[in-house]
RNA sequence: GUGAGAUUAGCUCAGUUGGUUAGAGCACUGGUUUGUGGUACCGGGGGUCGCGGGUUCGAAUCCCGUAUCUCACCCCA
């Protein structure tokens, strides 16, 4: 037998239902906050994201679907959603317009990754990217356009928020942190070692216990922004507070890469494993210029669908359409004809084999039809038929010609 | 890439120290007087016990390999 690939899955049945029901509501919403739509293709040149994701991580290489093409060309899977847009952006030479341009995309992505809870090798992304704005008011704005999409979908989360500062900031404090964290000498882990070369800012959020306690006093980024990010952050606080969205400050939620600046937050749960971030964003000011674009502010944020999914409260079920059950092999055929003709309007369930009353509203009951009707000699006979409503129990007798 | 646990019917799982023809519940399908509601009763179909080797008179069961799943680490754009 055929497998699908490890770490790829069919979408099929109650999760598409669920499925569907996510893109929808996060739809409806990103377009009321003036949102569009963008389409992106799944398959990119490989250098798009080793330009914006940085060659030195594990990322490129490693955890990208990436290969040569027919006509010599290195080319690789999107793993990501920013960087195609970003891409797009510049390409449609939408940076030197100017203005704002706000877009949201959804679609798959893929990592060469091991498979673990809520993380797949094809996994699927909403996003949404807002170009040319530099206003801390909409950094709030897409925190709370994240916040309503969870609360309408019933999903409770913490928010988590922290400031990466900016060019002017953010390399002295990295500086320091390096300093205080090899003045700790042999105490910390492997990992963290290793981290001091090739991402020193992850230090922080080491899983080592060991670390964590050796960290406790380490210099908080917070408190050594300068002042356009301090402003911006006390700015953020306020607007968010105004708004009744509540947040946690977490002084060791950081980025990997350089084109992160100021603003940083993650939708957490913990209602799931240890991948407990369900969504994740923050501004990144320099990526549109690391693309060789017009400098240009943008802010944005993506989640993970699947991790999502266990998570959506979904709407009760509502009986909907029509089931017409055949009592003998001469009414089939009426059957689909009149099925046929009610499609135009409704949902209709037919079985094509005559059978007896209960079993055919046993099939009514589990499609969760709301109208049951039969067709027997007696509707052949008299050109009637009788339409059932199974939630209120209710009959109709009415002509086939008007059904 | 590292570590741990799992894999038996469509699904959830039993299966004794290795021993006849591998079971249950749910689901599916049909029937229980061919016209009014799901629950009851009776029947039916459905398994290369993940796959490949090995040990044994004999393997779902023991050993080795491998694939996949799950969980955690690494990484997390």
Redesign the pocket.
């Known amino acids: 037998m055929i497998?699908s690939?490890?770490?790829m899955n069919d979408i099929l049945s109650e999760d598409y239902e669920r499925f569907t029901y996510f893109l929808d509501t996060a739809t409806k919403i990103a377009q009321k906050y003036g949102y569009h739509f963008i389409e992106t293709p799944l398959l990119e040149e490989t250098s798009l994201?080793k330009r914006s994701?940085g060659e030195s991580?594990?990322?490129v290489g490693k955890?990208?679907y990436q290969f040569i093409d027919k006509g010599e060309n290195d080319v690789c899977l999107r793993?990501?959603g920013?960087a195609g847009v970003v891409r797009a952006f510049i390409q449609k030479k939408l940076d030197k317009a100017g203005g704002t341009h706000r877009f949201f995309y959804h679609g798959p992505m893929f990592?060469y990754?091991?498979?673990?809870?809520g993380r797949l090798r094809e996994f699927h992304q909403f996003g949404v990217e807002s170009f040319g704005v530099d206003s801390v008011y909409e950094d709030a704005t897409v925190i709370m356009m994240l916040s309503d999409i969870l609360k309408t979908l019933g999903i409770g989360y913490r928010l988590q928020l922290n400031s990466l500062g900016d060019s002017n900031c953010m390399p002295q404090y990295r500086e320091s942190l390096v300093k205080f964290v090899k003045g700790c000498g042999d105490e910390i882990c492997e990992?963290c070692i290793?981290?001091l070369e090739t991402?020193p800012i992850?230090v922080l959020?080491?899983?080592?216990e060991k670390c964590q306690v050796l960290y406790k006093d380490a210099p908080k980024l917070i408190n050594s922004l300068c002042d356009s990010c301090d402003t911006d952050f006390a700015s953020l606080k306020k607007i968010l507070e105004d708004n009744g969205i509540d947040y946690e400050i977490d002084t060791n939620l950081v980025?990997?890469?350089d084109y992160y600046s100021k603003t940083a937050f993650e939708f957490v749960s913990d209602n799931i494993?240890?991948?407990s971030a369900i969504a994740?964003g923050g501004r990144y000011d320099r990526l549109v210029e690391y693309l060789d674009g017009r400098p240009t502010p943008a802010v944005g944020f993506a989640m993970g669908i699947e991790r999502l999914m266990e998570l959506i409260e979904m709407p009760e079920i509502t009986r909907d359409g029509y089931y017409i059950g055949a009592?003998?092999e001469e009414a089939v055929s009426l059957v689909v004809n009149l099925a046929q003709k009610k499609r135009k309007t409704d949902k209709v369930t037919i079985d094509y084999?005559a059978?007896?009353?209960?079993?055919h509203?046993?099939g009514a009951?589990?499609v969760n039809a709301k109208f049951f009707c039969?067709i027997?000699?007696?509707?052949i006979q008299n050109a009637t038929m009788?339409v059932?409503?199974?939630e209120d129990?209710t009959?109709q007798i009415i002509n086939l010609k008007d059904f």
Do not use: A, H, Y
Request: glycine share 8%; net charge positive.
């Open positions: 497998k690939l490890r770490g994201f994701v991580s594990d990322i955890e990208m793993p990501e920013t990592r990754e091991r498979p673990q809870k990992d290793r981290r991402n992850r959020d080491c899983k080592n980025r990997g890469l494993g240890s991948q994740g009592m003998d084999k059978k007896n009353f209960k079993n509203i046993k009951d589990k039969m027997g000699s007696n509707e009788t059932k409503n199974l129990k009959e």
